[in-house]
């Protein structure tokens, strides 16, 4: 919504296209008759739209109800859509053209990429592209796409979501554990490459012991390096409750924590992980329900004060 | 009148509206909109409801649309004039908050037109022309429902199965499977399962995970995913969801309040993501919401599932008179 139009004097300095020439100056549209918005009166939220917002939508109007699908509605559209990309019906509308008029799709995939690279958060732009990746069936161009999008935005949620998509109906998990790593590598507080780490061993290798064991290393490896980063303490959370010894049955990863503790190089991250691990334990055995207590007091008093009453609060029950 | 730069969001003017609907009723200043400016709004969400005609397939494009762009005459473009899921539910409950009885909504046509989004995978979809699917449309599906009193608007065994499967292994919920946990589809899967009356499909050691999830993402405010700044919008998101789930009391109010105030912009009052940033009605809305959680005075508070004031919610239990 930050974005504003620049005038046409304006385009032409700055990005030497030619000016916007309005439809209702167009001589071949001059079959076409325009039909303006039909608001009822006092209408609420009402938009003070442009001069050229009203033009391209009025002559979409006129075409949209003669269902007009050729090659000077596609352009209209791609008009229309720049001047609003969550218009989701004028998504829909061209797909239908692209359909009617048999469109070579590679053509689209190259406008498809352009719109996401400007509006990187808008759902439509990327549904819009899951509809043509599914109607060509070809998913080469997308690993790239989402690549070059993380690379600006490393947590954009739907660039991930796209991603995953990918990779899980066309089967191209290959290179993907790189991926978390390198992305991991670049910033370890990456909730979002953490979590695809997770989601590419659900799917490729599973969580056998020799995996687990491996990515346990891996994780105490990026742990130490930063132990206040809760992507990596939750990642190892995740692995360890997959397999049959729990959060508490790892004895490397106890020997770790321990290490930590006697080091006192503490985090709220570390004494939390903690607290599960003798949560775990807490029902047979009375030392760990102390040990509980104890790191919760700390965690309330000194280590995570601005969760003190939640860590009050679990002292008292366990 | 909105300025050009809203043009953006010219398909989603029933949200915009229902934002300043709600907002205003928080603030309890709904009287400040006169009787007669009130049932303008109600009449122009009223306009935006699509009708079922002679033909049977029409019934699943049942509902509210967000905006009269599309509103055509013509029966050629009829296929083009569906409802949004998110501005059936944001309809429904502005016209509760309006005061209207709902008596003029077609309850089994918005029902069919709720229940055709649903998906194979229990998810749904935003409407006919083809969206994306995740949890965001489930919660809407669920207000619609509960508001209406008629749960045949969808499958609720595909959809406990679909909210089972987004549990991430941080404990929290994502959009859908495999994908990364988040504040506001946590939001909506468990206000939604709250609605269905069916939050007991996650153990009690889920429910704390999920809490204990939810607790970390203070950060002064609340952020919506680990490693990511406070907005505060997730001090409604993460903290009503933890008033569903009873743990909001564990909360630090001072430090939520100073960081939600640190959003508010000087001259137009509106609230924004974070500090020094552009207002929008989004944020100034679910600031609001996040302020009425803690109990600030002058505030309405919030049923928290259905996202509306308390008084709201009432004035909706008065007007289901209709047999489900």
Redesign the interface.
Known sequence: ?????SSGDECVLKCKKPAFVLYRNREEWKDVVP?P????H?????????EK?KDV?DYL?AV????EKSERVLKLTEDALN???????V???R?EILRCLKIDLRRELVFSAKMIHQHPKN??V??HR??IVEMLGDPSAELELTKNDLEYDS?N?HA??HR?WVV?TFGMFDGEMVLCDTMIEADI????AW?HR??VM??TTGFTPQVVAAQVDYTLQQISKAIH???AW??L???L??TKDGISGNIKVNTFCENLIASNNISPQLL?FLVDINMALAKEDQQAREKVKELCMQLATDVDT??H??WN?LAQTV | MMPPQTQKGDTQRLMFAFFAISGLDILNALESCNAQHRQDMIEWIYSLQIQPDDDEESWSRCGFMGSCTFKLQSKESREYQHSHIAMTYTALSSLIILGDDLSRVNRPAVIRGVRALQQPDGSFCAHLGGSENDMRFIFCAAVICYTLKDWSGMDMPLVEDFIKSSLSYEGAIAQGPGLEAHGGSTYCAIAALVLMGRLSIFSDEQLDRLRNWLLMRQVAGFQGRPNKPDDTCYSFWVGATLKLLDRYQFTDKKKNREFILSTQQNLTGGFSKWPDNTSDPLHTYFGLCGLSLMGEPGLKEIDCALNMSVDAAKRLEQIQTWDS
């Open positions: 919504m930050s974005e504003t139009e039909i918005q039909a608001d009822v006092n209408a609420v939220v009402a938009i003070n739209y442009s917002f939508y109007r949209l109800a003669k269902q001047l609003n990309p969550a218009n989701y019906s998504w829909q509308y797909r759902y439509q990327w549904y899951k509809a947590k949620y991930w979501q995953q899980q507080r990456n909730n979002s979590n997770f989601f659900s799917n980063n809760e992507s939750n990642f959370r995740g692995i409750c997959q939390a601005i969760r009453n939640y609060y």
